[in-house]
Nanobody, 129 residues
Framework: QVQLVESGGGLVQAGGSLRLSCAAS????????MGWFRQPPGKEREFVAH???????????DYADSVKGRFTISRDNTKNTVYLQMNSLKPEDTAVYYC???????????????????WGQGTQVTVSS
């Protein structure tokens, strides 16, 4: 089981930025699909972004429409860490953000919560208006 620990959440004003980090255990981190999901207050957990391996040193990222152009997912395999850079934050981005890992999803299937077997504890992001 992969252990995931998120950090970087906090309170920010609308229009501001935050960067979330997720440190992972595991010797084969570079092959994992890493994802970010969020759960707004009173709502279900939803897909935000993922980054998956598609070939030698090649990764592809995918984003929910609600964050496309504002959020950027990246990874540093030397540090076993995935990041979520969040810019132009809006009050509706307020949620608990979760990092997750998958070893066997592909394509649009990597948008599904069920595709991810390991999860972090979550980090709160609050955007004030």
């Amino acid at each position: 089981q992969v252990q995931l620990v998120e950090s970087g959440g906090g309170l920010v004003q609308a229009g501001g930025s935050l960067r979330l980090s997720c440190a992972a255990s595991g010797r084969t981190f570079s092959s994992y699909t890493m994802g970010w999901f969020r759960q707004p207050p009173g709502k279900e957990r939803e897909f935000v972004a993922h980054i998956r391996w598609i070939g030698v040193n090649t990764y592809v990222a995918d984003y929910a429409d609600s964050v496309k152009g504002r959020f950027t997912i990246s990874r540093d395999n030397t540090k076993n860490t995935v990041y979520l850079q969040m810019n132009s934050l809006k009050p509706e981005d307020t949620a608990v953000y979760y990092c997750a890992s998958s070893t066997d999803c592909s394509g649009s299937g990597c948008r599904s919560i069920r595709a991810f077997g390991s999860w972090g504890q979550g980090t709160q992001v609050t955007v004030s208006s």
